[in-house]
DNA sequence: TATTGTTATACTCTATAACTATA
DNA sequence: TATAGTTATAGAGTATAACAATA
């Protein structure tokens, strides 16, 4: 429809044409790869009984250590009164307690109890493995993508 | 804290090691990037007035041609039962129709209206860009990281 | 009988606004 | 006055079950 010849424009930075840039393929194929790989997320949490703001909550406090409300609804990224119903929820199945902190009244500081530590590393242990398009790669590959992903976020 | 000597399955396949598994790492720095590129699309898509869902259902309806509401359920992962409400609310904008389909009273074909073509083409725009830290890759890497990624789907 | 889409119902996530108890 | 957390309210997404129309 448009020429055949490719477009460009006149002040390009990097790439001479932005819609060819292999950038824009790579960042439709990992949108790709994260769609795909969502039901398996999904059933995973499933079975424990979590929905995803719920088993995100439960990766965010650290065994052992107390983390105010605040905190974990900036992690969230979502307003701090949606917190109180996800906590009361959490805690209502005995996976973190609401402690108090010192020299402070008003904050409430998360702690992870046994059963939520428990739950939290099985969380841990299905979402940190690589899915199969991704674990099935050559070795070369899983170590350039590691590499490259790494320079991505070292910014 | 368990034995300096890392740890080895008799029976592993590729990685010696699957907890040193680079694939392992990349798929932690792909979560990573694709949380940190959360709140950058939730901005794109509240300009729009449009949530996740309906940006995706949007997406799924080709220009000039009628698709199925069981297509689109399948499409959004979910039962069909939701659809009825996305539908619902795209349609009360005017940006979809609910049409008939030859030699089957049942089903309806979703069509968008010039509108929703508009739209849906906004979105297109806004959610093909990668964001910055893939952009700003050197250019072998951007090569690099799209050739990974189609090996990768290409299964 | 099976399938397409709807309705009814219930739960979770999310945002905004108003409130409390602290600081 | 400002902050941490709660409550009230509303809307959207999601699932299950029951249903009507059609095949």
Redesign the pocket.
Known sequence: MASAVPQRSPAAPAAASPARDPAREAWRLFYELALANKPTVAAALVELDL????AQALRALQPGTGR????L?RH??????????????LEARGLLE?GSVE???????LRLTAEGERLRSEVEARLSSPPAPIADLPAADRRALRDILRRALDR
């Open positions: 929905s995803m703001t719920q105010p409300m605040s905190e609804a969230l990224m979502c307003d701090s009164s949606n917190v109180t119903g996800v906590v009361d929820r609401r020299h402070d009244r008003r904050v409430k500081a």
